[in-house]
């Protein structure tokens, strides 16, 4: 069920990157579907599946953007580890505890893209605070609506937590 | 492998390593072939898996702008439709208005042309109601006594004589027709130069009498004013001979139709005839 979810997700991150892609090019810089995704997963704690959902969500953000194949892949398994890691010592459940770890998703995500495109092109991302700032802040406030949606139209938490071990 | 499968879910973090270690491969390979501007297998298989999303979304799209240009087409050609169906009724109308205009004109001008013919002055004016279904056949005008018009004027269009006025007011005259029971012109043949009267039938025709039997008429023969009556001038066209039967006693039956056709007519000439002064009408030797 959890990876029911997850799959539909994607459907829905890859439809609305397809729709900011063919008609708002210029929307992506502002916002990144597959974070909220990511968080949304990986909020239950299971680190291995959240490791698993940004390799898969990553990949195919990849194969539609990015300078290079596997870049998204590899921030968004950082962020889904992260976050799952931190939701397996710690129960944050609600809205601005979601909207603070996608917050905190968007800023690793986007640090980790930087020191990559540094790394493997030799290149600086040209307005990269700026960027970042307001895709934290439009991605978050979405997210959060997003979640708040699912609450309420679920009425239950998104992703059952597992409270796996983890090996911190 | 059973060491794997116990060490890994007792270790993610060695599974994330792993994995991030697998992607940056992944990376440095790709980011080596993009400048080929080729893609890696795995890459064109991820792309080729999730492709429907994006063909999808770019058929929904276009598809969707197709439907709202369409209606936005359809919208204005909706307008332009209306504003053309506006802009024909228009046209429509200042095309009856010039058509009824020219027809004025025409007939304005043929009544002119034929009021030049007489040397009596004339005046012009309208016939602003006609009754021909009643037993006294009359028409009514739209200029009277204002405009010089009298009692006893004739009343006549292109087509021949239409009647003499009975009736003035300031601003109308009424006139009565040539079919009229009551009335009798002094006429003559065209052809034969024979004179009789010609009497109103009260049924839209008109009967000559006082034609002996002897006479020289014929089916198709003109009918002129004779200019005897003191009334109307000579040489006015007033009917066209339909019948001439052999009377009982010494006169023939000769049955008319009028020159005019009553039901059309719009503009007419009215003739200020010199009239036969009272008393030399009244004078008997």
Same mark, same amino acid.
């Given at each position: 069920?959890?990876?029911?979810?997850?799959?539909?997700?994607?459907?829905?991150?890859?439809?609305?990157?397809?729709?900011?892609?063919?008609?708002?090019?210029?929307?992506?810089?502002?916002?990144?579907?597959?974070?909220?995704? @990511?968080?949304?997963?990986?909020?239950?704690?299971?680190?291995?599946?959240?490791?698993?959902?940004?390799?898969?969500?990553?990949?195919?953000?990849?194969?539609?953007?990015?300078?290079?194949?596997?870049?998204?892949?590899?921030?968004?398994?950082?962020?889904?580890?992260?976050?799952?890691?931190?939701?397996?010592?710690?129960?944050?459940?609600?809205?601005?505890?979601?909207?603070?770890?996608?917050?905190?998703?968007? @800023?690793?995500?986007?640090?980790?893209?930087?020191?990559?495109?540094?790394?493997?092109?030799?290149?600086?991302?040209?307005?990269?605070?700026?960027?970042?700032?307001?895709?934290?802040?439009?991605?978050?406030?979405?997210?959060?609506?997003?979640?708040?949606?699912?609450?309420?139209?679920?009425?239950?938490?998104? @992703?059952?937590?597992?409270?796996?071990?983890?090996?911190? | 492998?059973?060491?794997?499968?116990?060490?890994?879910?007792? /270790?993610?973090?060695?599974?994330?390593?792993?994995?991030?270690?697998?992607?940056?491969?992944?990376?440095?390979?790709?980011? /080596?072939?993009?400048?080929?501007?080729?893609?890696?297998?795995?890459?064109?298989?991820?792309?080729?898996?999730?492709?429907?999303?994006?063909?999808?979304?770019?058929?929904?799209? /276009?598809?969707?702008?197709?439907? $709202?240009?369409? $209606?936005?087409?359809?919208?204005?050609?909706?307008?332009?439709?209306?504003?053309?169906?506006?802009?024909?009724?228009?046209?429509?109308?200042?095309?009856?208005?010039?058509?009824?205009?020219?027809?004025?004109?025409?007939? #304005?001008?043929?009544?002119?042309?034929?009021?030049?013919?007489?040397?009596?002055?004339?005046?012009?004016?309208?016939?602003?109601?006609?009754?021909?279904?009643?037993?006294?056949?009359?028409?009514?005008?739209?200029?009277?006594?204002?405009?010089?018009?009298?009692?006893?004027?004739?009343?006549?269009?292109?087509?021949?004589?239409? =009647?003499?006025?009975?009736?003035?007011?300031?601003?109308?005259?009424?006139?009565?027709?040539?079919?009229?029971?009551?009335?009798?012109?002094?006429?003559?043949?065209?052809?034969?130069?024979?004179?009789?009267?010609?009497?109103?039938? =009260?049924? =839209?025709?008109?009967?000559?009498?006082?034609?002996?039997?002897?006479?020289?008429?014929?089916?198709?023969?003109?009918?002129?004013?004779?200019?005897?009556?003191?009334?109307?001038?000579?040489?006015?066209?007033?009917?066209?001979?339909?019948?001439?039967?052999?009377?009982?006693?010494?006169?023939?039956?000769?049955?008319?139709?009028?020159?005019?056709?009553?039901?059309?007519?719009?503009?007419?000439?009215?003739?200020?005839? /010199?009239?036969?002064? =009272?008393?030399?009408?009244? $004078? #008997?030797?």
């Amino acid at each position: 069920m959890r990876w029911l979810r997850f799959a539909i997700g994607l459907l829905i991150a890859l439809t609305l990157h397809s729709v900011f892609d063919s008609f708002f090019p210029n929307a992506l810089a502002f916002f990144n579907p597959y974070v909220i995704l @990511i968080v949304y997963y990986s909020m239950g704690g299971n680190v291995f599946g959240a490791i698993f959902a940004g390799v898969i969500a990553g990949l195919v953000q990849d194969a539609y953007s990015g300078p290079f194949f596997g870049l998204h892949a590899f921030s968004l398994t950082v962020c889904a580890y992260t976050v799952a890691s931190i939701n397996s010592r710690l129960v944050l459940r609600g809205t601005l505890a979601f909207g603070a770890c996608l917050v905190g998703a968007v @800023i690793v995500n986007e640090m980790v893209i930087y020191v990559l495109v540094n790394i493997l092109l030799k290149q600086k991302i040209e307005m990269f605070e700026q960027g970042m700032i307001v895709k934290t802040l439009f991605t978050g406030l979405f997210g959060m609506l997003v979640y708040q949606l699912l609450t309420l139209f679920l009425r239950e938490e998104p @992703i059952e937590a597992t409270r796996r071990p983890s090996g911190w | 492998m059973a060491v794997t499968a116990d060490v890994i879910p007792r /270790r993610p973090t060695l599974l994330l390593i792993v994995v991030l270690g697998l992607l940056f491969v992944l990376m440095s390979l790709s980011s /080596r072939t993009r400048v080929g501007e080729t893609r890696t297998m795995f890459e064109r298989t991820v792309m080729t898996l999730f492709s429907p999303v994006p063909k999808a979304v770019n058929w929904i799209g /276009r598809n969707t702008a197709d439907m $709202y240009h369409g $209606y936005l087409d359809m919208r204005r050609a909706v307008n332009e439709n209306l504003e053309l169906h506006r802009k024909v009724g228009q046209l429509t109308t200042e095309n009856i208005q010039l058509r009824q205009s020219e027809g004025d004109l025409s007939r #304005v001008r043929s009544l002119l042309a034929y009021s030049e013919q007489f040397s009596i002055p004339t005046a012009m004016a309208q016939a602003i109601m006609l009754d021909t279904s009643s037993r006294f056949k009359s028409m009514v005008l739209d200029r009277g006594s204002n405009a010089g018009i009298e009692v006893n004027d004739a009343v006549v269009n292109a087509n021949g004589l239409i =009647g003499r006025v009975v009736l003035t007011t300031k601003d109308m005259a009424k006139v009565q027709i040539v079919t009229d029971g009551n009335s009798a012109v002094g006429v003559l043949i065209e052809r034969s130069r024979r004179q009789g009267v010609l009497r109103g039938d =009260g049924a =839209g025709g008109a009967q000559l009498y006082d034609i002996s039997s002897n006479a020289d008429v014929v089916e198709g023969d003109v009918v002129l004013t004779a200019g005897i009556d003191g009334i109307y001038p000579k040489g006015i066209p007033v009917a066209i001979v339909t019948k001439v039967e052999k009377g009982a006693d010494l006169f023939k039956n000769i049955g008319t139709k009028p020159t005019v056709d009553f039901g059309s007519i719009e503009e007419v000439i009215v003739l200020h005839t /010199r009239k036969v002064p =009272g008393e030399v009408a009244r $004078y #008997v030797p």
